[in-house]
């Protein structure tokens, strides 16, 4: 069973801690090895995740984006087994807990851990003073174990989110796949835009994407829609001298209305540079070949 906590738990239990955000293969360990230790022993395994993530409520303006929202990360969670997820609301309240407070109120008193599983470079309580050391004592203190998970590493390189975050910001959107351990995900609802795919025989479905999630690097993708195919053209649309980037899907053999939907786009292989063409008829040729790339490119 695959519920958001708001229980109140009775025995001991096996959290998973962290906001986990992008769901990497770094996390997906953490994740594993939770689930796995619970079941051996019979107990509830617990996730958390944090909303907003925390980095956007201290570091506002930093503007982070996001490689999973909410919604996706509870998704991902419930393909990864997890049973039960709990989502913390990071506000002013949570963000001033010291490291003792946060100890006592969340991992004790609310979700009754017995054992909890954290990455090596795990930060929690106010200004970030608490580590894996802290809370190895404060396990000692309050009886419960912490189970460190070492860096995952690929090709040498610790798998990280804000690592990923560069790859995709870079264009490197086959290097932060393998990191990620699954498709990208961008979801949104249907808007209407300018029509200008539609002037050219390719009407294109606006996506209006939350404002905190990543955008890949501007450019032609793969994707598919459940089991469809698609193209997928993020970017400014420079053969119309437009500005404001946007994210466009194209159906290939779709004829229906998809105005005010929600449309759900696995993102599966970056094509090509997004490109000014001289006219109409040249983007034309080139959406051609890219449908023909799209549709000949084999699911996994």
Do not use: W
Request: charged share 30%; net charge positive.
């Amino acid at each position: 069973m695959y519920k958001n906590s708001a229980e109140n738990f009775q025995n001991k239990t096996v959290v998973a801690l962290g906001t986990f955000d992008g769901i990497h293969l770094g996390h997906q360990r953490i994740i594993k090895d939770a689930i796995s230790y619970a079941r051996r022993r019979g107990l509830k395994c617990v996730v958390t995740t944090f909303d907003p993530h925390p980095q956007q409520f201290i570091d506002a303006k930093e503007h982070l984006k996001l490689l999973t929202t909410l919604g996706e990360r509870k998704k991902l969670f419930k393909k990864l087994g997890v049973g039960i997820v709990k989502v913390f609301k990071f506000n002013k309240e949570l963000r001033n807990l010291n490291c003792k407070e946060f100890v006592r109120k969340f991992i004790v008193n609310e979700l009754k851990a017995g054992v909890v599983f954290v990455g090596y470079d795990y930060e929690f309580g106010k200004g970030r003073s608490g580590g894996v050391k802290e809370l190895r004592i404060f396990g000692e203190k309050y009886d419960f174990k912490v189970k460190m998970v070492r860096p995952f590493k690929s090709e040498g390189i610790v798998v990280k989110s804000s690592f990923i975050r560069r790859l995709l910001a870079m264009g490197d959107f086959r290097k932060a796949l393998s990191l990620l351990g699954h498709y990208y995900n961008v979801s949104g609802q249907v808007i209407r835009g300018a029509g200008r795919g539609s002037e050219i025989g390719f009407p294109t479905a606006n996506l209006f994407v939350d404002r905190h999630k990543l955008i890949p690097v501007h450019g032609v993708y793969v994707g598919v829609i459940g089991k469809r195919r698609c193209l997928v053209n993020i970017g400014v649309r420079p053969t119309f001298k437009t500005e404001q980037a946007a994210v466009e899907v194209f159906i290939p053999k779709f004829h229906g209305n998809l105005y005010g939907k929600k449309l759900e786009v696995k993102i599966l292989k970056r094509l090509r540079n997004e490109i000014k063409f001289p006219n109409s008829e040249l983007l034309k040729e080139q959406i051609k070949k890219d449908i023909d790339a799209c549709l000949s490119y084999k699911l996994q």
